[in-house]
Every structure is written in structure tokens, then in C-alpha cells.
């Protein structure tokens, strides 16, 4: 199956930047949309960001909007978020995740990398 690796998560001062990465292994990633969510210590995991298979589609969340945007490389099966501006309510821990190679669902999950911003 579908195996994710997030990367290029730490810690960081508000105003500044970091750019996550996701490499993915495993058969179809170019046939998968690929997503972003974040869960902070006492919250339920939340949506970040979203993109289709061919870059066709892009979507974020409200509170993400004009910050962050979503990438990616289906010639390196990699997906980026490129975090800009960064808050400390942006601080969590940062999932990426896969559809079905045949479905909508998310399904599959990295284990996640920090993402602490102070100040």
C-alpha cells in the first residue's frame, strides 16, 4: 500500500516560513489527490489544504488562505506545503494523506511532523 513520510517540520518565530514535504511510496500516486491536516494539542485534527492528482485543484482551509499553498512533484511523488506567515495557532502536528488510487476517501496517513511556531 501507499506508504508517506512528512519531512521539514520545527520550530519557528511568527512571520517566518517552513516548507513540508511529503515522499510517498507505493503504487498510483499520480492518480491520488493529496491533502495536508494539522491537529494541535486538545483539538480534533482539521483540514489544511487539498490537491488533485494534476495540480488541476487546489483547496484550503479559511483559516490557511493566502499563507500556505499546496504542491506537487508526481515525478518525485513528493507534495509540499509551503507554510508563509506563519502564526502560533498554526502550531501542530502536520499529517499528510492520500486518497484511494480508485476513490475520494482519505485513507491513507503519514505519521506526521511537528510544526511549532512561537511568539
Known amino acids: 500500500q501507499v506508504q508517506l513520510v512528512e519531512s521539514g517540520g520545527g520550530l519557528v518565530q511568527a512571520g517566518e516560513s517552513l516548507k513540508l514535504s511529503c515522499a510517498a511510496s507505493?503504487?498510483?500516486?499520480?492518480?491520488?489527490?493529496m491533502g495536508w491536516f494539522r491537529q494541535a494539542p486538545g483539538k480534533d485534527r482539521e483540514f489544511v489544504a487539498s490537491?488533485?492528482?494534476?495540480?488541476?485543484?487546489?483547496n484550503y482551509a479559511d483559516s490557511v488562505k493566502g499563507r500556505f499553498t499546496i504542491t506537487r512533484d508526481n515525478a518525485k511523488n513528493t507534495v509540499y506545503l509551503q507554510m508563509n506567515s506563519l502564526k502560533p495557532e498554526d502550531t501542530a502536528v502536520y499529517y499528510c494523506?492520500?486518497?484511494?488510487?480508485?476513490?475520494?476517501?482519505?485513507?491513507?496517513w503519514g505519521q506526521g511532523t511537528q510544526v511549532t511556531v512561537s511568539s
Open positions: 490537491i488533485s492528482s494534476r495540480s488541476v485543484t487546489t
Open positions: 507505493g503504487p498510483s500516486f499520480s492518480n491520488r489527490n
Open positions: 494523506t492520500a486518497t484511494r488510487s480508485t476513490g475520494l476517501a482519505w485513507t491513507y
